[in-house]
């Protein structure tokens, strides 16, 4: 996993944030871990390649580190396939990132990605997307 940025939360930030989230990194620090820069990075977030969580600072986001295998410095496969199928049927990011780090069967999605079971994940994203219809 990528190392947190100094953009991290601090301790007197909702302790629900780190439970979710876990470390994450700023938009700089992920353009300078995947040698992009920032606008490429807000673009990706903009096309569902990157999950960016919005801070209670309208003009700052924050990129978990789970979304990234190391040492490789890439964007965990089929992230965006998964992302796209949570995002029609939720617009929050905090819901999506719920998700992906919920323990299902004893595997989260984001592991389930990781390890290259894109179906798997991609399946169990298509029922919560429904269940979040109802």
Do not use: C
Request: hydrophobic residues 45%; negative net charge; without cysteine.
């Amino acid at each position: 996993m990528a190392t947190p940025s100094d953009d991290t939360p601090s301790d007197s930030d909702d302790v629900t944030f780190a439970t979710i989230s876990g470390p994450v990194l700023s938009t700089d620090g992920v353009a300078n871990l995947l040698g992009w820069s920032a606008e490429a990075v807000t673009e990706a977030a903009l096309d569902l390649r990157l999950l960016r969580l919005p801070t209670t600072d309208p003009t700052i986001f924050v990129y978990p580190d789970y979304q990234f295998v190391m040492p490789e410095r890439v964007i965990v496969p089929g992230l965006q396939s998964v992302l796209k199928v949570l995002s029609a049927a939720s617009d929050d990011p905090w819901e999506w990132a719920m998700f992906l780090t919920d323990d299902v069967e004893g595997e989260r999605p984001i592991d389930q990605l990781e390890s290259g079971n894109l179906s798997v994940a991609r399946a169990h994203a298509i029922d919560t997307a429904a269940a979040w219809r109802r």
